[in-house]
Nanobody, 122 residues
Framework: QERLLESGGGFVQPGGSLRSSCARS????????MGWYRQVQGKERSLVAT???????ISADAVKGRVTLSMDNAKTTVTLQLNHLKPEDTAVYYC????????????????WGQGTPDTVPS
């Protein structure tokens, strides 16, 4: 299955910002939503935020007020900006895109990135 390409992230001091992008190389007939999850070592993957092509967003309580998602006009790339970083934001961040490849296929598929570690030291 197609793998999304993530970029950005890394080591950021508390109070700083991280900015990560997630690009899909293929075209799609329809995009349902895009977004990010994160996973802390030893814990389950949890939602960070999602965005629809219309611009509707959902974000986790832990990042509300600090997170911004944007989708490009081509609907191939989603960008995450997370501000006022805290040590508890340290995690591996995974992007996803839910798309319909062709008009004649009825189902949406979920594509995932490889995961990018982001570290905020305490």
């Amino acid at each position: 299955q197609e793998r999304l390409l993530e970029s950005g992230g890394g080591f950021v001091q508390p109070g700083g910002s991280l900015r990560s992008s997630c690009a899909r190389s293929s075209s799609a007939y329809s995009v349902k939503r895009m977004g990010w999850y994160r996973q802390v070592q030893g814990k389950e993957r949890s939602l960070v935020a999602t965005i629809t092509p219309r611009g509707d967003t959902i974000s986790a309580d832990a990042v509300k007020g600090r997170v911004t998602l944007s989708m490009d006009n081509a609907k191939t790339t989603v960008t995450l900006q997370l501000n006022h970083l805290k040590p508890e934001d340290t995690a591996v961040y995974y992007c996803f895109q839910e798309i319909q490849y062709y008009k004649y296929t009825t189902e949406y598929v979920e594509l995932w990135g490889q995961g990018t570690p982001d570290t905020v030291p305490s």
